[in-house]
T-cell receptor
Framework: DGGITQSPKYLFRKEGQNVTLSCEQN?????MYWYRQDPGQGLRLIYY???????QKGDIAEGYSVSREKKESFPLTVTSAQKNPTAFYLC???????????????FGSGTRLTIV | AQSVTQLDSQVPVFEEAPVELRCNYS??????LFWYVQYPNQGLQLLLK??????LVKGINGFEAEFNKSQTSFHLRKPSVHISDTAEYFC??????????FGKGTRLSVIA
């Protein structure tokens, strides 16, 4: 079945360490997104990519980095510069081509990152 | 810029009672509107979406939503809720191919 896989589901890291969250999709979608979810804050956009080898900052990109070397993969690195990284991270994808905004997103099941 | 306001952060309701979750959006152009549901520690699932045409949209699990352009609202309704509807619900708006903008969510708690 096609879908999005985020791994791991739970991740613990020490303060000051960089950590990379994995996101893989086999839906043949062009666009991929990373959102951060905190209680009562909804989903806030970190980065997105509409095509391979290109990505744009979202509303809260500081302290995060991404790459998009393959269509299927969009890993997110949480760097030590991110002041409060403990959160639930959601990856999503969409068809992405012009005129396909009505299709919405398919979401992964999320990664809960805890800094100890 | 787009924005979404979900007017209630928490809505408790008794089982088999009706429920309405409110959503207002702001945008200067035509938009697509979505409602997603999230169960604990999971991703979001699409409930329904409004693209154009009929203002009443039917979704999965017996939910429906009504688009009101003059009031810039897209409220979600269900005539009779079940315990299994307990979850967090997110309203979202999108202009063309831009990223979805989400509201802060409404936590629906169904009481037996």
């Amino acid at each position: 079945d096609g879908g999005i896989t985020q791994s791991p589901k739970y991740l613990f890291r020490k303060e000051g360490q960089n950590v990379t969250l994995s996101c893989e999709q086999n839906l043949n979608h062009d666009a991929m997104y990373w959102y951060r979810q905190d209680p009562g804050q909804g989903l806030r956009l970190i980065y997105y990519s509409q095509i391979v080898n290109d990505f744009q900052k979202g509303d809260i990109a500081e302290g995060y980095s991404v790459s998009r070397e393959k269509k299927e993969s969009f890993p997110l690195t949480v760097t030590s510069a991110q002041k409060n990284p403990t959160a639930f991270y959601l990856c999503a994808s969409s068809i992405g081509r012009s005129g396909t905004g009505s299709y919405g997103y398919t979401f992964g099941s999320g990664t809960r990152l805890t800094i100890v | 810029a787009q924005s979404v306001t979900q007017l209630d952060s928490q809505v408790p309701v008794f089982e088999e009672a009706p429920v309405e979750l409110r959503c207002n959006y702001s945008s200067s152009v035509s938009v697509y509107l979505f409602w997603y549901v999230q169960y604990p520690n999971q991703g979001l699932q699409l409930l329904l979406k409004y693209l154009s045409g009929s203002t009443l949209v039917k979704g999965i699990n017996g939910f429906e939503a009504e688009f009101n352009k003059s009031q810039t609202s897209f409220h979600l309704r269900k005539p009779s809720v079940h315990i299994s509807d307990t979850a967090e619900y997110f309203c979202a708006v999108r202009e063309g191919n831009t990223p979805l903008v989400f509201g802060k969510g409404t936590r629906l708690s169904v009481i037996a």
